[in-house]
C-alpha cells in the first residue's frame, strides 16, 4: 500500500511537471523496497537511470548532466550493487523480467521454504509494473542508463548479443554504449565512441532493463565505463544529447 501511495504520488509530480518547466524538482518512489529519487528538470520524455550503488562515477555524471539537460532521472538510494529483499539480497538489475528475477533470487539464496519463492516472484511481479509505467518513456522519448565496469567486463563480452558492433581502436574496450535502436546506433557508429546494436531478445533473458526495454519498443541505451573515468562518461552522455533526434 505504501509503494502505491508512492506510485501516486509519482503521477501526479509528472502531471503537473510542465507548471515549473525550468526549475530542477525532486520526489521518490519505491521498487521492491528500495527508494530511488527523481530529479526533474524541465520538459522532456527523456529517462535516465543509475541502478547500482557501487557505481559511484555513473552517478556523479547523472547528477552533473541533469543540472543542463532536461528530462527525469531516477538515482538508486544505495551504496552496494546488490539491495536487500526479504530475507537476502538481489541485483536491481537483473529483476526486470520474471526469469531474470528468478535467477538473482536463488543465485543469493539457494534454499527457499515450499511455496515462498513463487510468492517472492508475484511481488516482484506486481511492484515491477508499477515502477516501469513511472519509469519507461513515451514513443517520442529515450531511457538511457548509466554503468561503471571494474572486474575486466568490457564491450568484447557483448558481441555475442549484438546484432551491429561499431569498436574504434583508438577507445578502451571498456567504454562503450548499448543501443537498442538502429537509427542510434548508425548515428552513434560515427561517433568516437564504441558502440553495439542490441535489438533482438536473446534466448536467455537475464532480467536486465535492455531487454525490457526492447520488449516495449523503447529507445534503450546503456552508456559503460571504467570506475573513476568521470570526464569520460559525462562527454558519452554528452554526446548522446546532441546528436541523438
Excluded at 550503488?53 to 552517478?59: I, Y
Excluded at 548532466?65 to 527525469?72: A, D, E
Excluded at 561499431?166 to 552513434?188: M, W
Aim: some cysteine; hydrophobic content about 35%; glycine content about 6%.
Amino acid at each position: 500500500m505504501l509503494n502505491k501511495l508512492f506510485f501516486i504520488t509519482i503521477l501526479s509530480f509528472l502531471c503537473g511537471r510542465g507548471v515549473h518547466e525550468k526549475q530542477i524538482s525532486n520526489s521518490f518512489i519505491t521498487f521492491v523496497g528500495t527508494k530511488f529519487n527523481l530529479v526533474q528538470n524541465g520538459e522532456s520524455p527523456n529517462r535516465y537511470i543509475w541502478l547500482h550503488g557501487d557505481e559511484q562515477t555513473a552517478r556523479m555524471a547523472l547528477e552533473y548532466h541533469m543540472k543542463f539537460y532536461n528530462g527525469l532521472a531516477f538515482f538508486i538510494q544505495s551504496e552496494t550493487r546488490e539491495i536487500p529483499f526479504k530475507s537476502t539480497i538481489i541485483d536491481p538489475n537483473r529483476i526486470f523480467s520474471r526469469n531474470g528475477a528468478y535467477n538473482t533470487l536463488r543465485k543469493f539464496k539457494p534454499g527457499w521454504e515450499r511455496g515462498t519463492l513463487k510468492m517472492a516472484l508475484d511481488e516482484i511481479d506486481r511492484e515491477r509494473e508499477h515502477f516501469l509505467d513511472v519509469l519507461m518513456p513515451n514513443k517520442n522519448g529515450r531511457l538511457i542508463s548509466l554503468h561503471n565496469n571494474f572486474r575486466g567486463y568490457n564491450v568484447n563480452r557483448e558481441k555475442g548479443n549484438s546484432q551491429r558492433i561499431s569498436i574504434k581502436k583508438d577507445e578502451n574496450p571498456r567504454d562503450f554504449i548499448i543501443c537498442t535502436d538502429e537509427s542510434d546506433f548508425e548515428i552513434l557508429s560515427n561517433s568516437p565512441y564504441n558502440v553495439v546494436l542490441q535489438n533482438k531478445i536473446p534466448e536467455k533473458d537475464d532480467g536486465s532493463l535492455s531487454w525490457e526495454a526492447l520488449r516495449r519498443n523503447v529507445r534503450y541505451l546503456n552508456i559503460e565505463t571504467r570506475l573513476g573515468y568521470l570526464s569520460k562518461q559525462k562527454a558519452m552522455l554528452k554526446y548522446i544529447e546532441e546528436n541523438l533526434n
